[in-house]
């Protein structure tokens, strides 16, 4: 009966009723998609974090780290590489030897990671040759060439076919100083990625830093994203001597901004939750003020306050659960659609996002968890609003209230 | 004879409003007995107290000083919820408007009450329909409030004052909204229940042909008894205590 009485009571005033509604729907959507444009913000970054730059695990010589020095190269890096790429679990794997120094053109010079790679097997890891928007990728076979990004090009004003010359420390310590040829511009959507890489051949670099068939720095795929805990633990256990790095302690602030997702999001929604449910409960209250004459014939004919309680909390409770799936489902079906062709701000943001290593182009994205997660949240929102009105209808005197002109 | 039952009986009761120079006496010493079976009208000048004394006796309001007690209860030490379920089960209300939900129709309305008291389904509905005949409204029983004339609501209320099975029924100026010609009708259904049923009332009234139908009148004059008689009293009723 409480029910009953509480759904008529909805539809008294439709239009009131209808803006309460409206305004869920609205909030639960919106909010609904926020949280799945950040979501898919994130899942595309780290996608692209761990295809393009950092993968999904990296091996180095434990003081290389630190020192970035030549001499710390991976002991039998060959063998390693190979017992790596071998493995079932492995999408693709790849070593590099690396330097850090000072690359000059003709006409200026900036610091600059030197990378020497193996062209087949870093293309398979990381795509970088994908990237090449002008002039052509490394081979294996040709000698001291090098593909350098957009920015760092400009920077350096050099175009293909201009010279280089890269000056970085040794293994023993001593300077050495190559000459390579720009056979290549890449250009990523990571400007600080491309400001600072410089691509060569591996062999070239190494005979360069005097480490001649080893490599500092090993970085593989998995084909399972989710088994990467288990699997670097094993590896880890059989080559105690190697340090051993996962993508969260690579990029330790994309780790941070993963884990502290839900955090964001927590806050995020309820702070859409909040100003929603400061609607609701101005309406009601409205709606039980103007109701006040009813509500104390109805406690002088003997409604006892837990009862007058429920029929306002069960009414303010409906609009707000009648709203809410529909919500919830506008907002899952705008985030299938935007999830399929993807949402464009680059008009707006290419520069801003490119800075940060963002893609314009956004693939909205929800696990089905977060939609509960929501769910509860919008229940909870629905039941802390509901509250006060209600206990503002038992607060009233039935004389007074009926007594009122 | 049960008839002459006291249903409300109060003593040395007392409502001021408000202190010390502007306080108002709305009710001052009042000592009033009801008996079961009594159709009282209460009348005075506007001000002189009756819809606070119709409060009080109802328990909507709490006295300054002195009791009520209603079939041996005193009202007075029940506590907030308990005083609310005790009107439930003992008082049934007519007030002067807004006396229905207007959500509900005459019959849900008058269910209503039954539903608060946790009546079954099969009484209940037995009793709606018995109730709705008696105050001559069979055909409205699916009609909202807003569908209804103003006479019709106050016999719905009326129904459903009587559905909860209460020791009286209260009505403070239930023809007040009414036309003359509406109002002596809703006095006839009022009346024949009393003379059939035995219903006890208790209304307020200003209307000097609602007052002719009263079988005994307490007149009020500055919240006191300035009168209290008696007028024709069928002979099966009781014959009131009068001072
Ligand atoms: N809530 C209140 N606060 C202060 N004074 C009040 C209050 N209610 C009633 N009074 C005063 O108490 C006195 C009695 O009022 P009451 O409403 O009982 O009179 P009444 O006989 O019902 O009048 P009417 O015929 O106009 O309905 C009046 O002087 C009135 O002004
Ligand atoms: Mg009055």
Partial sequence: ?405 | MENSKIVIKTENLTKIYGEGEVAVRAINNVDLTIKAGEFTALVGPSGSGKTTLLNMIGGLDAPTSGKVWIDKVDISTLSNNRLIDFRLHNIGFVFQAYNLIPVLTAKENIEFIMLLQKRPKAERQQRVLALLKEVGLSDKKDSRPDALSGGQQQRVAVARALASKPKFILADEPTANLDSKTAGKLLDTMAALNHEEGITFIFSTHDQRVIERAHRVITLVDGAIAKDELIEYPSDHAQPETA
């Fill in chain 1, 1 to 405: 009966m409480l029910l009953q009485i509480a759904w008529k009571n909805i539809w008294r005033n439709k239009v009131r009723s209808l803006v309460v509604l409206g305004s869920v729907v609205l909030g639960v959507w919106v909010g609904a998609f926020m949280v799945a444009y950040i979501y898919g913000l994130m899942n595309q970054r780290l996608k692209d974090a761990t295809e393009y730059e950092v993968s999904h695990f990296q091996l180095h010589h434990p003081n290389f780290d630190r020192d970035k020095e030549a001499k710390y190269f991976l002991d039998n890096s060959t063998d390693l590489l190979g017992e790596i790429q071998k493995d079932k679990a492995i999408r693709a794997a790849t070593a590099r030897v690396i330097a850090y120094g000072v690359v000059a053109s003709a006409k200026s010079s900036t610091g600059g990671k030197f990378i020497g790679v193996l062209p087949e097997s870093e293309n398979a890891v990381t795509g970088i040759g994908d990237f090449v928007i002008e002039g052509n990728y490394l081979k294996s076979n040709a000698k001291n060439k090098a593909i350098i990004g957009e920015k760092l090009a400009d920077k350096l004003k050099v175009k293909v076919r201009s010279k280089v010359v890269l000056t970085f420390p040794a293994a023993d310590g001593s300077i050495a100083a190559g000459a390579f040829r720009i056979i290549g511009i890449y250009k990523t959507y990571n400007k600080g990625f491309e400001e600072s890489n410089i691509y060569v051949n591996a062999p070239d670099l190494a005979k360069l830093t005097e480490t001649p068939n080893q490599f500092h720095e090993i970085a593989a795929l998995l084909h399972q994203p989710d088994s990467l805990e288990a699997y670097t633990a094993t590896l880890q256990a059989k080559h105690p001597e190697v340090f051993l790095e996962t993508w969260k302690e690579l990029s330790p602030e994309l780790g941070l901004m993963i884990d502290s997702f839900d955090q964001y999001l927590y806050i995020f929604l309820i702070i859409i939750l909040l100003a929603l449910s400061f609607g609701i409960i101005n309406t009601m209250l409205m709606a039980v003020l103007e109701r006040g004459r009813e509500i104390g014939m109805l406690m002088a004919i003997g409604m006892n306050k837990g009862r007058l309680f429920g029929m306002i909390f069960i009414e303010t409770l409906m609009l707000v659960l009648i709203a809410a799936p529909f919500g919830l489902a506008f907002a899952y079906f705008t985030v299938s659609y935007f999830g399929e062709v993807g949402l464009d701000f680059s008009e707006v943001y290419d520069e801003g996002y490119a800075a940060l290593g963002f893609k314009s182009l956004i693939y909205p994205a929800m696990e089905n968890a977060y939609y509960f997660k929501i769910i509860v949240m919008v229940v909870i929102t629905a039941v802390l609003s509901s509250l006060y009105p209600a206990w503002t209808a038992i607060r009233l005197n039935p004389v007074e209230a009926m007594s009122k002109l």
